[in-house]
């Protein structure tokens, strides 16, 4: 059940990281923005998603707090897809998008520590794939150009944008009611269980 939901969780994640690629050709002509200002959006994520997942990574190691970290990051994540589609300027969806990558960038270093602490070792390579490779590709490669440039063009990219956080919601409900938090392994419980 861990694997399945963190896997799915990802998956979302990486829908809601692609979305403005996939919504480009929608965004860019309504809010003017030139070649640039697409480059600066992709590039201010990824810089906040790198320092997210080593500053997340960092405190998950000192105090051990996975879960409730895991709820707030997808919440936020979530929250900021719907922020997403209500910019009405260049320098409202650049903000967005770095708060997105801060929220988004501690996700899957959260869900490997749970993965390596709650699965079995026998299983934990099988369930690491799947927790990053499996939901990441399937939704966030697969589903999401087909489903969010049809909703665009049905109803709007801002609606597409709504629409892709809020299933995120519902996951980190799940996750909230659903997942157990295994204290972290000190280095003192490491020696003592070593040979």
Do not use: H, Y
């Not at 990486?14 to 050709?25: I, V």
């Not at 910019?87 to 996700?107: D, H, K, Q, W, Y």
């Amino acid at each position: 059940w861990l694997t399945a939901l963190l896997s799915l969780n990802f998956g979302f994640v990486l829908l809601d990281r692609n979305a403005l690629s996939f919504l480009m050709p929608f965004v860019q002509p309504e809010l003017g923005l030139s070649n640039t200002q697409v480059g600066m959006l992709a590039a201010g994520l990824s810089l906040t998603w790198a320092l997210s997942a080593f500053g997340i990574g960092f405190v998950t190691d000192r105090f051990g707090s996975r879960k409730k970290l895991l709820v707030l990051a997808t919440v936020l994540f979530a929250l900021c897809s719907v922020a997403s589609g209500l910019v009405a300027s260049f320098a409202a969806l650049l903000v967005t998008r770095l708060l997105m990558g801060a929220a988004e960038g501690g996700i899957m270093p959260l869900s490997q520590s749970m993965v390596a602490t709650q699965v079995d070792p026998r299983r934990r390579g099988l369930s690491m794939g799947i927790v990053q490779g499996f939901g990441s590709s399937l939704m966030g490669s697969f589903i999401a150009p087909v489903v969010l440039v049809a909703i665009a063009s049905t109803w709007g990219w801002r609606n597409a944008f709504f629409l892709a956080g809020v299933p995120a919601l519902f996951v980190a409900l799940l996750m909230a009611l659903t997942i157990r938090e295994e204290p972290p392994v000190t280095r003192r419980d490491a020696k003592a269980a070593a040979p």
